[in-house]
C-alpha cells in the first residue's frame, strides 16, 4: 500500500480474483505487514474457488504505507503465465478511493533438486544447495523451491545430502520430492563438548567424540572464537 493518508485507516475489504488451474487453497498471512503488526483482526472466505474475500479492521490506525497483508497459494504444478486479480477494495467507507494494480505471474514448474534451474540435476546442484546453506551463494527463487527437497521450507545441508542421494541413486531415508519412507525430516541439535574439537599437526580442526542413536545424513554448525584467531 502507497499514499497512505495521515488519518490511516480503521477497516478494508476487497475480493482477490486466481486461476483455479495453477492455484488452490489460499490462506492468509499477517506476519510482517501492517495487518499483523497493528494488531488487527483478518478474515478470509475461500468457499468460491478462484475468489478470496478478505476482511480486517482494528481499534488503531494503518497510517503508513507497506505490505498491508499477504496470501500464501499452493500451486497445482501447471506451467504458464497467470494474472491475479483486485477488485472491490475498500477502505473505511470507501473514502480515499483505493487504485489497485493486478499482478502477472509466469509459473515453472519445479524440477526436485534442480538448484541451479537448468532442468537436470547433477552433483553440482547439492554442491550449490550446500553453498547456499551456509550463505556462500544465493539461490534464485525458483532454485530455492527445487532445492527444499525435504520440505522443511529451509534449505540445509541436509538437502544437499538428499540431492547428492538422488543423484548416485542411492535410497532417499525420509519424505522427499524425489520419494521416501519417513513422514519428515529429523532434526537433532547436539551438544558438543569443548573435548570433541582438537586441532590436527596440520593446523585443521578435527570434530571427534560425536555421538547419536539416529543415522547422521548431514551435519552443519558455527564455529566462534574469542580475540578473532580463527583465520581462514
Known amino acids: ?5 495521515s488519518q490511516g485507516y480503521i477497516s478494508y475489504q476487497l475480493e482477490v480474483l486466481y486461476d483455479t488451474t495453477y492455484f488452490r487453497a489460499p490462506g492468509l498471512v499477517n506476519t510482517g505487514t501492517l495487518t499483523g503488526s497493528n494488531g488487527w483482526s483478518a ?5 468460491t474457488p478462484g475468489v478470496i474475500r478478505v476482511g480486517a479492521f482494528g481499534a488503531g490506525n494503518i497510517s ?4 498491508l497483508i499477504k496470501l500464501k497459494f499452493a500451486l497445482t504444478g501447471r506451467e504458464g503465465s497467470s494474472q491475479i486479480k483486485l477488485r472491490n477494495f475498500v477502505v473505511n467507507s470507501g473514502n480515499p478511493v483505493v487504485q489497485t494494480v493486478n499482478g502477472n505471474f509466469t509459473l515453472i514448474a519445479r524440477v526436485c533438486g534442480d538448484a541451479n534451474v537448468d532442468g537436470s540435476v547433477f ?3 547439492a554442491s550449490l544447495t550446500l553453498q547456499h546453506s551456509i550463505g556462500i551463494i544465493t539461490l534464485t527463487p525458483q532454485g530455492i523451491v527445487n532445492a527444499d527437497v525435504d520440505g522443511s521450507g529451509n534449505i540445509t545441508s541436509f538437502d544437499a545430502a538428499l540431492i547428492l542421494r538422488s543423484v548416485l541413486g542411492l535410497p532417499q531415508p525420509v519424505n522427499t520430492c524425489f520419494g521416501g519412507s519417513l513422514a519428515k525430516s529429523p532434526s537433532m ?3 558438543l563438548e569443548e573435548s570433541s574439537f582438537r586441532m590436527t599437526s596440520g593446523n585443521g580442526l578435527l570434530l571427534s567424540n560425536v555421538a547419536s542413536s539416529e543415522k547422521i545424513y548431514a551435519m552443519e554448525f558455527d564455529i566462534t572464537s574469542e580475540d578473532g584467531i ?3
Open 1 to 5: 500500500m502507497q499514499n497512505t493518508p
Open 43 to 47: 478474515l478470509a472466505n475461500t468457499l
Open 230 to 232: 580463527i583465520s581462514n
Open 189 to 191: 541439535a547436539l551438544d
Open 64 to 67: 503508513s504505507d507497506g505490505d
Open 123 to 125: 552433483a553440482e546442484d
